[in-house]
Structure formats: structure tokens, C-alpha cells
């Protein structure tokens, strides 16, 4: 080594919000993928969700709506939530869509919606209506005669990356955001006392006429998109999911989706970290869970096993990292640290082990976890004041709270959680013990 008379000092930038997401599991796999999200995702989280800390390191709306989601289960961070809404609903005239991309307005709404699902923050939802009214009236005159968007000149349909997938005409998926972002406007306004009948309305004839164009009974499934007056025979992934996750269809249509969606081999693979968190939603939702298992361990688990430190923007499976560069037509265009691939954490928190910690606006929590999925293994999730720490190893399931009660259903049956006590429970539900020790945290990824 040749000695050098040099220093050289270097300051890295973090965010020091506590983190309160920790993993720990026999499955070696899972517990990597859950680690490298976690990284991914401390990374892009900094005042605002950014959606790459090397490249773009901008908040994009549809990575911030995905990012929000994960960290309702990272650091439940309300504040950042906040800060990142505020940023990309912008300042009056509206004149555009936010971030210029046609989902990218709806995605917003989803996220406040959410967000106040979570905190029943009024005070929040009223600084914001303005600009929410604002924003609805623009996106509103960008319909056409058949009350549908569609792509104008200049206009970014974005939906998802794959170079293969047509955004032209008037495009499903973004119909049933338009609706979903409709309801969400008609909530936040009545929760504050204002009326919103004309944009109920508005969401009802629009779900009619979606469900007259785009639903084909026979695949079970809505078509991609109608252009010039004609709706192809192209059935995608992005409609489909979306109607399952924004309640937009009655049980029967929602079972043909699910069918559709497992069997039809001619819907294309998703090919984003993104899109593929929004998919094991929706089969987790389904009750799907071993199918997601497999998924989560194929896709995420193969990104896993190239040796990356951090998810990317795309992925196909078997790429190799040294291949896994290339996006936009450039040789290093790709993202190497994406915060939409950190969405296996929403799907081992929210899922497998089936943390819903938004009862009561996030007064309460209800647990229902997968057991397959979580033998042998410990987590620690957030709650709006507090956490909750779950352990399953040996047939005993272990839970304490601390900061809200809530319930465990368990096998079918319902047990009641009261902050600051342990909980022990055999998993065939047969055996209850109480204890009121402090439950030990799971070890930091």
C-alpha cells in the first residue's frame, strides 16, 4: 500500500426517521428479499417518497402512492405522507396533470384517501380541498363524449413500463381510476361538509359505462383499451387488479378476475417491482397466499439471488445483474435503487401477516395472519402510536402491542389484545396463556 498525505471525508445524507419494520424467518429467501427492501426503501425515503435515490430522485405520484402504502408498515411516517401529498398537488392554476402523467392525479387521491383512512386527519383534508377541487375540475375536462380520458397530443399514459403495452385511445385502467379517484373526492368531501352529489353521479355513470365497454363475460376479464371507436381482444393485468383493489366490482365479477388472472395465458407478465406488488395484493386479497408465496420468492427472491443490494425499476426473471442496466434506450438508463421495489414488505406486513392498522382510522389494529407463511419467523410493524411485535415458531404464536388494542382472529376465532400484554396462542387455536412481560423485539434486518 502507498502511503498517501490525503483525507477524504464523506457525509452521507439519511433519513432518521425511526424505522420500526423488522424480520426474522428460517426462510432464509424471504428474509433477504425483506432486507433488501428495506434498504431500498430507506434509501429513497428522505423528506418526501422519492422514486430513486440515484437517478431521478423526483416524487413521482405513483411511486409515492406505493411508497405510502409500504411505510404505513416500515415507520408509519404521517408527516412524510403529508410533505410528499402537499409537493405534488402543486399550486393553482392546475393546467396540467400531476407529474404530467394521466394515473399519476388519481394515484394522489388515493393516497390522501388512504391516508386519511388511517388517521381520520379533517384538518389535513382541509388545507388540501382546494387544490383536490382543482384538480378534479382539470382532470374532469379531459374526458371525451362517452365521459371516458383518453390520450390526447402530448398527453403521458403511463400504466406501467413495458415497451410492449399500448396506452392509446381510451385505456380501462385509467377509467377505474378516474372512478376510484371520484369516490375518493366524494369522501373527503363530505367528511369536511361539503356536497359532492354531481361527482357521485358522475362515478356511477362512468362505472356503467366501463363495465358496458371494457367487461368481456366470457374471458372474465376487462379489456386493455378501445381506440377509435373499437375495443381490442388484448386483456392486460392493470384494469383487472385494480378493479379488485379499489372495489369496483360486485362478488361474481371479482371471481371471474381472480380465474382470469391465475389461468389466462395470454394476459402478459408483469415485468416491474411496481405492478407486481399491486398483483400479489390482489391475490393475497383473494386469499391466494401460496400462489404468492411462490411469486414473491420467483421474482423478488431472483432479483434476490442476483447478489444486489437494492430492488430495481424492472426486472425480468433470469436476468443477471450485469445484464439487468439497460431502460429508455440507453445502456445504464435503469434504476438501480427503486423505491416501488420495496413493496414485498407491504405484502409480508399487510398479508402474511395480515396487519390491518387502519380499524377505527388506526385506533385499533385487527391481525389475521397467514400461519404457512409465517412459521418460524418474528416481525415487529407499526401502528399509528405504538407497534406490534408477532413471533411464530414452534406451533405457539406470540403478539404484544404496545400503544393500541386489537384483536388476533386465529383459526376463525377472535381474541382480544390489550396494549401492553403478551399473548401466547397455540396455532390450532386450542390453548391460551397471558403473560405481562415486555415481548422481545425481533432483530433488525
Request: a negative charge; glycine letters at 8%; one cysteine or more.
Amino acid at each position: 500500500m502507498t502511503y498517501s498525505p490525503y483525507e477524504m471525508t464523506v457525509w452521507a445524507e439519511i433519513d432518521d426517521t425511526p424505522t420500526v419494520f423488522s424480520y426474522r424467518s428460517d426462510d432464509k429467501l424471504t428474509e433477504k428479499i425483506a432486507e433488501i427492501s428495506q434498504y431500498t426503501f430507506s434509501l429513497c425515503s428522505r423528506e418526501f417518497y422519492l422514486d430513486g435515490i440515484k437517478r431521478d430522485r423526483w416524487i413521482w405520484a405513483g411511486d409515492a402512492y406505493l411508497g405510502a402504502k409500504i411505510d404505513y408498515y416500515v415507520s408509519f411516517d404521517c408527516e412524510k405522507i403529508k410533505r410528499t401529498v402537499i409537493a405534488l398537488l402543486g399550486k393553482s392554476p392546475v393546467v396540467t396533470y400531476i407529474n404530467h402523467i394521466m394515473d399519476y392525479t388519481p394515484y394522489t387521491f388515493l393516497t390522501v384517501r388512504d391516508y386519511y383512512e388511517h388517521t381520520r386527519d379533517k384538518e389535513f383534508l382541509r388545507q388540501i380541498y382546494p387544490m383536490l377541487t382543482e384538480h378534479v375540475g382539470f382532470v374532469l375536462g379531459r374526458r371525451n363524449g362517452s365521459g371516458f380520458l383518453y390520450k390526447q397530443k402530448d398527453d403521458w399514459v403511463h400504466v406501467d413500463w413495458n415497451e410492449n403495452l399500448n396506452t392509446d385511445g381510451e385505456v380501462c385502467f385509467e377509467q377505474i381510476l378516474l372512478w376510484a379517484m371520484l369516490k375518493a373526492y366524494v369522501l373527503f368531501s363530505n367528511v369536511i361538509g361539503e356536497s359532492a352529489d354531481e361527482y357521485d353521479r358522475i362515478a356511477d355513470e362512468l362505472k356503467a359505462n366501463i363495465d358496458d365497454v371494457f367487461w368481456n363475460e366470457k374471458r372474465g376479464a376487462y379489456f386493455h383499451s378501445r381506440v377509435d371507436g373499437k375495443t381490442g381482444e388484448c386483456i392486460t393485468a392493470y384494469a383487472n387488479v385494480f378493479a379488485l383493489l379499489t372495489g369496483f366490482v360486485d362478488e361474481h365479477r371479482r371471481g371471474k378476475i381472480i380465474n382470469a388472472l391465475l389461468h389466462d395465458t395470454d394476459i402478459p407478465p408483469i415485468t416491474t417491482p411496481y405492478m407486481q406488488a399491486f398483483k400479489l395484493s390482489c391475490m393475497c386479497e383473494a386469499d391466494e397466499f401460496e400462489i404468492v408465496r411462490k411469486e414473491l420468492r420467483d421474482y423478488f427472491g431472483g432479483m434476490a439471488k442476483t447478489g444486489t443490494s437494492t430492488f430495481w425499476e424492472t426486472y425480468v426473471p433470469g436476468e443477471e445483474k450485469e445484464q439487468a442496466t439497460d431502460m429508455y434506450g440507453r445502456p445504464f438508463g435503469r434504476s438501480q435503487c427503486h423505491l416501488w421495489g420495496a413493496g414485498s414488505i407491504l405484502i409480508i406486513g399487510k398479508y402474511l401477516f395480515g396487519l390491518s392498522n387502519d380499524v377505527d382510522f388506526g385506533e385499533r389494529f385487527v391481525l389475521k395472519p397467514y400461519l404457512p407463511a409465517i412459521a418460524n419467523s418474528s416481525v415487529v410493524l407499526p401502528l399509528k402510536r405504538g407497534k406490534v411485535s408477532v413471533r411464530c415458531c414452534g406451533g405457539i404464536l406470540t403478539v404484544c402491542a404496545d400503544g393500541h388494542d386489537g384483536v388476533l382472529i386465529l383459526n376463525g376465532i377472535t381474541h382480544t389484545l390489550t396494549a401492553g400484554k403478551t399473548y401466547s396462542f397455540q396455532t390450532d387455536g386450542v390453548i391460551e396463556k397471558v403473560a405481562f412481560s415486555a415481548f422481545p423485539k425481533a432483530n433488525a434486518v
